[in-house]
């Protein structure tokens, strides 16, 4: 069974950082491609990030380029998302996501597996 936990999540201020890692346990994770999606309240889940098993080739939303880094560590078995320049728009709950496969489209990445999510809250 997997297992995605995520950490990270929390308070900042417009402009500040913050960094999202997840955990994924219980399956091969050097072989998932992994990502990360939003949902802000009333809106519908959103791709973020996604990174290639092989490769390592990234996909981002354009509003989040520049600002966000996704990376992973297959020695621990995490992918990470770090948010700079943060706005209040970033404010969501964040999920990680893995496994699946990475297709074409503005929203790559067709996890297999979710995380439960991690609340972001950027203030203005």
């Known amino acids: 069974q997997v297992q995605l936990v995520e950490s990270g999540g929390g308070l900042a201020q417009a402009g500040g950082s913050l960094r999202l890692s997840c955990v994924v346990s219980g399956g091969t994770f050097n072989k998932y491609p992994v990502g990360w999606f939003r949902q802000a309240p009333g809106k519908e889940r959103e791709f973020v990030a996604a990174?290639?098993?092989?490769?390592?080739?990234?996909y981002y939303r354009d509003s989040v380029k520049g600002r966000f880094t996704i990376s992973r560590d297959n020695d621990k078995n995490t992918v990470s998302l770090q948010m700079n320049s943060l706005t209040p728009e970033d404010t969501a709950v964040y999920y990680c996501a893995a496994g699946g496969f990475i297709g074409g489209g503005t929203s790559p990445l067709r996890p297999a597996y979710w995380g439960q999510g991690t609340q972001v809250t950027v203030s203005s």
């Open positions: 990174l290639t098993s092989v490769g390592g080739r990234t």
